[in-house]
């Protein structure tokens, strides 16, 4: 087991963007995107804050469609809970009998897998990351694992948010100081940076995500 912090992260995407280009800053409405998913991300929750980050991507020009997308995409922030938990379930049930990880997927497991995963490069490198999630879960349950791909593809069906920024917000809410999920942060980080996203923007979001109070419940 390991840990990471902010601090760590910060340092991270520092090095990452050392070679490319400055780029422009945020603009207001980008801004006000990520700030959003920050507010509501399930790790921060900022009752503060929700009502006036919602009011300030209207006013900045945001479209009803615009915040849904994003409110969605933060949504999925639950599925870390997956990403960290489905490979020790399955090592566990190994050790008790329970099911035997090296043994070929069965026809519907196998149709599944080709179906999502293949030999597509973005699953590969996300693997790379965390190294037998989506096997383990797609030995877990099929339900699981079809579900997992069915919601993650929601904020990217409509495409009323660019790309750039809901990598910057994703990348956001994995550096708020309640989450710190270093996995995603260094998925969101690449993405960025492939996506062609200058290093002042970057350095923006991850100050949006660093300003997220700690949890402080919501009643």
């Not at 422009?24 to 509501?40: E, F, K, Q, W």
């Not at 970057?202 to 919501?218: E, K, N, R, T, V």
Request: net charge negative; aromatic share 6%.
């Amino acid at each position: 087991m390991s840990y990471t912090s902010l601090a760590e992260l910060r340092q991270l995407a520092e090095q990452k963007t050392t070679d490319i280009e400055e780029g422009d800053a945020l603009d207001s409405l980008s801004a006000a995107l990520i700030a959003l998913a920050v507010s509501m991300a399930v790790t921060s929750i900022d009752a503060r804050r929700i009502d006036t980050d919602i009011a300030a991507a209207f006013d900045a020009g945001a479209s009803l469609e615009q915040v849904q997308e994003i409110v969605a995409l933060t949504s999925g922030l639950g599925v870390h809970t997956l990403m960290i938990g489905c490979v020790p379930v399955i090592e566990a049930a190994r050790k008790r009998g329970l099911v035997q990880p090296d043994e070929p997927l069965d026809a519907k497991r196998q149709a599944l897998w080709d179906k999502h995963v293949g030999d597509d490069p973005f699953w590969k490198a996300f693997s790379e990351e965390l190294p037998g999630f989506l096997m383990a879960m797609l030995r877990m349950s099929p339900d699981l694992f079809v579900g997992f791909f069915e919601y993650c593809a929601v904020p990217w069906k409509t495409r009323t948010v660019s790309p750039h920024v809901k990598e910057l917000a994703a990348l956001a809410c994995d550096a708020a100081p309640s989450h710190q999920f270093g996995p995603g942060f260094r998925v969101h980080l690449a993405n960025c940076i492939k996506l062609g996203i200058g290093s002042r923007a970057i350095m923006q979001a991850l100050d949006i995500g660093a300003s997220a109070p700690p949890h402080q419940g919501y009643a």
